[in-house]
Protein backbone atom coordinates (compact mmCIF):
# COMPACT_ATOMS: atom_id res chain seq x y z
CA UNK A 1 0.00 0.00 0.00
CA UNK A 2 1.26 3.42 -0.85
CA UNK A 3 0.81 5.96 2.04
CA UNK A 4 1.28 9.93 2.03
CA UNK A 5 4.84 9.66 3.03
CA UNK A 6 6.51 6.76 0.85
CA UNK A 7 5.74 5.14 -2.45
CA UNK A 8 6.54 1.88 -4.19
CA UNK A 9 9.80 3.18 -5.19
CA UNK A 10 10.44 4.37 -1.64
CA UNK A 11 12.69 7.38 -3.60
CA UNK A 12 9.95 10.02 -3.85
CA UNK A 13 7.58 11.60 -1.24
CA UNK A 14 3.86 11.55 -1.91
CA UNK A 15 1.58 14.28 -0.16
CA UNK A 16 -1.73 16.10 -0.43
CA UNK A 17 -0.53 19.81 -0.84
CA UNK A 18 -1.70 22.02 1.79
CA UNK A 19 -0.77 25.01 3.64
CA UNK A 20 1.33 23.01 6.20
CA UNK A 21 3.78 21.49 3.01
CA UNK A 22 3.35 24.87 0.55
CA UNK A 23 7.28 24.79 0.70
CA UNK A 24 6.86 21.05 -0.30
CA UNK A 25 4.87 21.68 -3.31
CA UNK A 26 6.58 24.62 -4.33
CA UNK A 27 10.17 22.09 -4.29
CA UNK A 28 8.06 19.83 -6.51
CA UNK A 29 7.15 22.45 -8.77
CA UNK A 30 10.73 23.93 -9.18
CA UNK A 31 11.50 20.69 -10.75
CA UNK A 32 10.18 22.11 -14.01
CA UNK A 33 12.37 23.71 -15.81
CA UNK A 34 11.00 26.97 -17.17
CA UNK A 35 12.15 29.97 -19.55
CA UNK A 36 12.73 33.09 -18.01
CA UNK A 37 10.88 36.44 -19.26
CA UNK A 38 10.51 40.22 -18.51
CA UNK A 39 7.09 41.49 -18.88
CA UNK A 40 6.51 44.79 -19.09
CA UNK A 41 3.55 47.67 -19.57
CA UNK A 42 2.71 50.59 -18.74
CA UNK A 43 1.11 51.57 -15.40
CA UNK A 44 -0.49 55.29 -13.56
CA UNK A 45 3.49 55.39 -12.36
CA UNK A 46 5.06 54.76 -16.21
CA UNK A 47 6.95 52.03 -16.87
CA UNK A 48 7.09 48.54 -15.29
CA UNK A 49 8.40 45.36 -15.31
CA UNK A 50 8.54 42.01 -13.62
CA UNK A 51 10.36 39.10 -13.97
CA UNK A 52 8.15 36.09 -14.92
CA UNK A 53 8.87 32.13 -15.66
CA UNK A 54 4.89 31.60 -15.50
CA UNK A 55 4.76 31.98 -19.06
CA UNK A 56 3.35 29.83 -22.40
CA UNK A 57 1.98 29.84 -25.60
CA UNK A 58 -1.63 29.29 -25.92
CA UNK A 59 -2.48 29.30 -29.71
CA UNK A 60 -0.96 29.48 -33.00
CA UNK A 61 -4.08 30.63 -34.52
CA UNK A 62 -5.50 33.33 -33.42
CA UNK A 63 -1.62 33.78 -32.28
CA UNK A 64 -2.39 33.48 -28.30
CA UNK A 65 -0.14 33.28 -24.88
CA UNK A 66 -0.17 33.63 -21.54
CA UNK A 67 1.65 34.68 -18.50
CA UNK A 68 -0.03 34.79 -14.54
CA UNK A 69 1.18 37.30 -12.03
CA UNK A 70 1.02 36.69 -8.07
CA UNK A 71 -2.00 38.52 -6.51
CA UNK A 72 0.34 39.46 -3.74
CA UNK A 73 2.79 41.59 -5.90
CA UNK A 74 2.50 45.37 -5.94
CA UNK A 75 2.62 45.47 -9.99
CA UNK A 76 -0.57 42.85 -9.60
CA UNK A 77 -2.46 46.15 -10.50
CA UNK A 78 -1.38 47.60 -12.90
CA UNK A 79 0.05 44.65 -15.23
CA UNK A 80 -4.05 43.48 -14.82
CA UNK A 81 -5.26 46.75 -16.12
CA UNK A 82 -2.43 47.39 -18.83
CA UNK A 83 -4.31 46.67 -22.40
CA UNK A 84 -0.87 46.14 -23.81
CA UNK A 85 2.19 44.48 -22.86
CA UNK A 86 5.49 42.80 -23.95
CA UNK A 87 6.82 39.50 -22.81
CA UNK A 88 10.73 39.10 -23.34
CA UNK A 89 12.51 35.83 -23.58
CA UNK A 90 15.68 36.04 -21.78
CA UNK A 91 18.75 34.70 -23.45
CA UNK A 92 21.11 32.97 -21.26
CA UNK A 93 23.87 36.17 -21.24
CA UNK A 94 21.04 38.42 -20.19
CA UNK A 95 20.71 36.90 -16.26
CA UNK A 96 21.61 40.73 -15.08
CA UNK A 97 17.86 42.10 -17.48
CA UNK A 98 16.48 39.22 -15.30
CA UNK A 99 18.04 41.24 -11.83
CA UNK A 100 16.72 44.67 -12.95
CA UNK A 101 13.09 43.25 -12.43
CA UNK A 102 12.78 41.56 -9.94
CA UNK A 103 11.21 42.81 -6.23
CA UNK A 104 10.34 45.81 -6.86
CA UNK A 105 10.51 46.30 -11.16
CA UNK A 106 11.99 49.77 -11.31
CA UNK A 107 15.30 48.52 -13.21
CA UNK A 108 14.74 49.86 -16.29
CA UNK A 109 17.87 52.96 -15.94
CA UNK A 110 20.07 49.73 -16.02
CA UNK A 111 19.33 49.25 -19.56
CA UNK A 112 18.83 49.90 -22.81
CA UNK A 113 15.07 50.01 -24.05
CA UNK A 114 12.07 52.20 -25.69
CA UNK A 115 8.54 52.58 -26.30
CA UNK A 116 6.54 50.47 -28.92
CA UNK A 117 3.87 52.11 -31.50
CA UNK A 118 0.85 50.85 -28.19
CA UNK A 119 3.41 52.53 -26.12
CA UNK A 120 4.66 49.82 -23.80
CA UNK A 121 8.57 49.26 -22.81
CA UNK A 122 10.63 46.90 -25.52
CA UNK A 123 13.92 45.70 -24.36
CA UNK A 124 15.92 45.39 -27.41
CA UNK A 125 18.03 42.29 -28.36
CA UNK A 126 16.01 39.35 -26.03
CA UNK A 127 16.06 35.92 -27.37
CA UNK A 128 12.27 36.78 -28.33
CA UNK A 129 9.62 38.86 -28.20
CA UNK A 130 6.07 39.02 -27.99
CA UNK A 131 4.02 42.35 -28.31
CA UNK A 132 0.60 41.64 -27.09
CA UNK A 133 -2.80 43.39 -26.46
CA UNK A 134 -5.12 41.64 -23.32
CA UNK A 135 -7.56 39.73 -24.63
CA UNK A 136 -8.97 37.91 -21.77
CA UNK A 137 -8.28 37.77 -17.29
CA UNK A 138 -8.67 34.58 -15.70
CA UNK A 139 -8.83 34.30 -11.86
CA UNK A 140 -6.70 31.19 -10.35
CA UNK A 141 -6.38 30.86 -7.07
CA UNK A 142 -3.37 33.28 -6.02
CA UNK A 143 -2.35 34.72 -9.80
CA UNK A 144 -4.54 35.90 -12.44
CA UNK A 145 -3.39 34.50 -15.61
CA UNK A 146 -3.43 36.80 -18.88
CA UNK A 147 -3.80 35.77 -21.75
CA UNK A 148 -2.58 38.44 -24.42
CA UNK A 149 -3.06 37.96 -28.38
CA UNK A 150 0.26 38.80 -30.54
CA UNK A 151 0.46 42.24 -32.08
CA UNK A 152 3.84 41.26 -33.28
CA UNK A 153 6.90 38.68 -32.58
CA UNK A 154 10.67 38.92 -32.71
CA UNK A 155 13.47 36.44 -32.43
CA UNK A 156 16.80 35.35 -32.66
CA UNK A 157 19.50 32.78 -32.49
CA UNK A 158 20.98 31.68 -29.29
CA UNK A 159 20.71 29.52 -26.24
CA UNK A 160 17.36 30.83 -23.30
CA UNK A 161 18.14 31.55 -19.95
CA UNK A 162 16.97 28.66 -17.83
CA UNK A 163 15.13 28.62 -13.97
CA UNK A 164 15.18 25.55 -12.04
CA UNK A 165 15.27 25.16 -8.14
CA UNK A 166 15.28 28.61 -7.21
CA UNK A 167 18.16 28.84 -9.39
CA UNK A 168 19.15 30.20 -12.98
CA UNK A 169 21.51 28.20 -15.58
CA UNK A 170 21.84 27.19 -19.13
CA UNK A 171 20.65 24.71 -21.11
CA UNK A 172 23.01 21.66 -21.88
CA UNK A 173 22.95 20.53 -25.26
CA UNK A 174 23.52 16.47 -25.67
CA UNK A 175 25.60 14.81 -28.02
Sequence with gaps: MITAETSASGSEHVFVPDADNARALRNALGTFTTGVTVVTAVGPGG????????????????????????????????????EHFVIHVLSADQDDISACFTRGGHGFEAIDWHYNVEGVPVIPGTLSRFECQRQTLHDAGDHTIIIGRVLRAAQRDGDPLCFSRGRFGRFAHMA
Design 47 to 82: PLGMTVNSFASVSLDPPLVLWSPAKSSARHGPFTAA
